[in-house]
């Protein structure tokens, strides 16, 4: 079992920038997947990046150039630096984490709320 807590949403202008954290416990941390989700009000949750175990990092595309994943396996924790912010980066801010295994199982924080006003 994987427990994640995100922190660090909160509120900031159109242009700003922001640093989310989940901190990860329950397994070996660096064997993981992590990624980064999001869900806007009345839209499904999208993927917004993923790094894997060693590394290799994935983007959506609208935010590309603009956020950046990162992991450091030493503080069992992974951040999404957000910089240019737009309002429509607006959502709950999902981390997750995938460890290895012949079944894919997903597990999820709570979520962290980000707002980016115009």
């Known amino acids: 079992q994987v427990q994640l807590v995100e922190s660090g949403g909160g509120l900031v202008q159109a242009g700003g920038s922001l640093r989310l954290s989940c901190a990860a416990s329950?397994?070996?941390?660096?064997?993981?997947?992590m990624g980064w989700y999001r869900q806007a009000p009345g839209k499904q949750r999208e993927l917004v990046t993923t790094?894997?175990?060693?590394?290799?990092?994935n983007y959506a595309d609208s935010v590309k150039g603009r956020f950046t994943i990162s992991r450091d396996n030493a503080k069992n924790t992974v951040y999404l630096q957000m910089n240019s912010l737009k309002p429509e980066d607006t959502a709950v801010y999902y981390c997750s984490a995938t460890p290895p295994g012949p079944v894919i199982i997903n597990y999820w924080g709570k979520g962290t709320l980000v707002t980016v006003s115009s």
């Open positions: 329950g397994n070996i941390f660096s064997t993981n997947r």
């Open positions: 790094i894997t175990s060693g590394g290799s990092t």
